[in-house]
């Protein structure tokens, strides 16, 4: 029994030095940035699938973002209309972004018939019509670093999955291809297995160990600088709260080239 209460104290003792050693990082600026890229101002185009995967996934990247001026464009492929809600999901995804510092202007929401109807799991999106729509932003807006999801999309949704490969596949698009080959930089939202993602705190050790590996900064952690604005993006989604937790802000931002 004692052997189960020094383990149990343990835990709880890292739990709270790993919470301290997240708030103090968040209090002052990231200094270990060592991706280049990061450090001069882009035109960066944040792609995402559904209004509210910018407040679930990505704040702390949008607050690094903008927080550095940033120019922040997002492009979101579907108004999520599954259930009907999606009027009142656009409203909301322009609230949330205006709350994280992206001007309502810079937020481009795609209602295509294609990715509307088929919202949802186990709907596969159209990637060729994916990269078009992409591409199109990539050139009108002089993109020249682009953020998304990676080939898991972080929770598994299909759609999530799609918005990567029409992102990347030179097999959807070669135009796109072509784009990507120019001077733009591409990171991906690492997804991480289910025992670090709901290990709270604890798993800042591992990110930051991984990222330290690499020392060429092909991946990069980000530690959430304002998790209050990313509460108040995440409350604007109010037609979504039945079935979502808040237990993102500060979760770090694992990023791979
Ligand atoms: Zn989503």
Redesign the pocket.
């Known amino acids: 029994m004692a052997w189960l209460v020094m383990i149990a104290s343990l835990i709880l003792v890292t739990w709270i030095v790993s919470l301290f050693t997240i708030l103090i990082l968040s209090f002052f600026p990231f200094t270990n940035l060592r991706a280049a890229p990061l450090r001069k101002r882009n035109n960066v185009l944040l792609v995402?699938?559904?209004p509210?995967?910018e407040s679930?996934f990505f704040t702390p990247t949008i607050n690094f973002l903008t927080s550095r001026r940033h120019n922040v464009q997002v492009l979101c492929l579907s108004i999520g209309d599954a259930d009907g809600k999606g009027n009142i999901r656009k409203k909301e995804l322009f609230q949330a972004c205006v709350a994280l510092k992206v001007p309502m202007q810079q937020v481009k929401i795609v209602n295509h018939p294609d990715l509307q109807v088929l919202d949802g799991f186990g709907k596969v999106w159209n990637h060729s019509l994916l990269a078009n729509i992409i591409e199109e932003q990539i050139t009108s807006h002089c993109i020249n670093m682009i953020i998304t999801f990676d080939n898991y999309g972080v929770?598994g949704?299909c759609?999530?999955r799609d918005v990567h490969y029409g992102s990347f596949s030179h097999v959807s698009s070669k135009l796109l291809y072509d784009t990507l080959q120019k001077d733009i930089d591409v990171w991906e939202l690492v997804s991480t297995n289910i025992l670090r993602k709901y290990s709270g705190p604890i798993d800042i050790w591992l990110t930051m160990i991984w990222a330290m590996l690499h020392s060429s900064g092909t991946i990069q952690y980000l530690v959430n600088e304002h998790p209050r604005r990313s509460y108040c993006a995440m409350a604007q989604h109010a037609s979504q709260w039945v079935c979502q937790s808040m237990n993102f802000v500060n979760e770090k931002g694992d990023r791979d080239e």
């Open positions: 995402i699938a559904h509210d995967d679930m929770s949704h759609n999530h």
